[in-house]
DNA sequence: CTTGGTCGTTAATAATGCTTTAACCCTGAG
DNA sequence: CTCAGGGTTAAAGCATTATTAACGACCAAG
């Protein structure tokens, strides 16, 4: 499971600084822009779960870039928050919908800025997919109760180990690249030695029996029934 | 499937015009009524899935609207929502007791409320169809009467550890993430800090028993019978 | 208006056990 | 034979969870 990614826009780089450094320690992965231009292009690109909108800003003004955003149909899910100053009018605000999700106002405080953030996003992913079970030769893998059933066995697995198997039994018979396992189950940016795998891996093999997981030398691991 | 009814009430005109216009456009049928008098009477007709509620209203208010819905027995599955100003703290307490499925604050946002009337209806029926009723393995759970069983002997849980351990038990076996558990048992914008679901399924463990309640590493917490 | 009790939350600290590393071993291609 | 890529192992490092105590809000009884 990656980042949950975040777009701050805003034209003090101050804000961007000490905000950005509060939600990258939460965990979440930061990017910043000066102004709505550069941000559309970014959440383009990124297509962040969240936008945190400095309503006051020269040129493109938070508002007019919420409304570009709301009509690029792959940012239809995106949440925005508007970081607002205390005593603009709120209502008027409110009252126009240009499609916010949440107001911040500020003087904005770090621990209160994380709180709500943590709320919006927990709020998205409650709308989690359910279902997902799949059955290969004996294996059956329940993501729902975090259950592996091994011939009929229960086996509950580590989270990692877990999700690794998860990933590769996705797709039975595909080579998946130790790049490719390292930024689906570990993330982008998360730095960890080649051995991690293969001691992952190894791990899987011992408990779901060695004929499962075949290594292609030079390239990476899949999983064959 | 047809649609779901949702039925709208507060005095204000253009309240029930803005948000009647977002919720329609939404998918939902949307009925609106200005005073609680004329809500029962449109409720009753139509059986609508989820009442939205001011608590201000002239004549008879929200509160006594709410009671009164949840005394007639064919409205008993009926949510039921209230429109609250931002800080009236004792408003939540009492309403709750009447019978209130959750508080909306005022100013409202549109897309805020859409998000939560979605979220609402959604938990309705992914949730609230387990019974009333649940016995497994010597725990019987009585949501009706909030009391909790273990092998014959009653036990009578506080609120907040009711209200897990029912979420937990509607789908044993099922982990429930440390967020899906915030935003089902505490809501969606309340914020408390993770640790408290640690001492709370301590205490339901202390009570019910250890065994029940596995701890899933990185992901949640299950129970098992 | 007090008092004593329960509940919900947090903070601090301890305990747990998952992850990762590091060091060393094995193997097959060339 | 050599060596690069992978396998193995144990132990260190780390994040997450468990536990406890303490506080404030609230409520009911006096």
Redesign the interface.
């Known amino acids: 499971m990656s980042k949950q990614k975040i777009l701050l826009v805003d034209d003090e780089p101050d804000i961007l600084e000490i905000i950005g450094f509060n939600l990258e320690r939460e965990g979440y992965e930061v990017f910043t822009a000066p102004n709505g231009r550069k941000a559309l292009e970014i959440a383009r690109k990124q297509k962040p779960d969240l936008v945190l909108l400095d309503v006051m800003m020269p040129e493109m003004d938070g508002m007019d870039t919420c409304r570009e955003l709301r009509e690029d149909p792959n940012l239809k899910d995106t949440l925005i928050a508007f970081l607002t100053a205390r005593n603009e009018d709120?209502?008027q605000i409110?009252?126009f919908?240009a499609?916010?999700?949440?107001?911040i106002s500020k003087p904005i405080k770090p621990r209160v800025l994380v709180?709500?953030v943590?709320?919006l996003l927990?709020?998205q992913?409650?709308?989690?997919p359910v279902a997902t079970k799949t059955n290969l030769s004996g294996i059956v893998i329940n993501k729902?109760?975090?259950?592996v059933y091994k011939d009929g066995v229960e086996l509950?697995l580590?989270?990692k180990e877990f999700e690794l198997l998860a990933l590769l039994a996705s797709q039975p018979g595909r080579v998946f690249t130790r790049e490719s396992i390292l930024s689906n189950v570990w993330g982008n940016d998360v730095i960890v030695g080649d051995r991690t795998i293969d001691v992952h891996i190894r791990k899987l093999r011992e408990k779901l029996g060695d004929d499962f997981f075949k290594t292609i030398k030079g390239v990476g691991y899949k999983f064959e029934p």
């Open positions: 709120y209502s409110a009252g919908d499609g916010a999700d949440d107001y709180s709500r943590k709320a927990r709020r992913v409650a709308i989690e729902e109760r975090y259950v509950s580590p989270k």
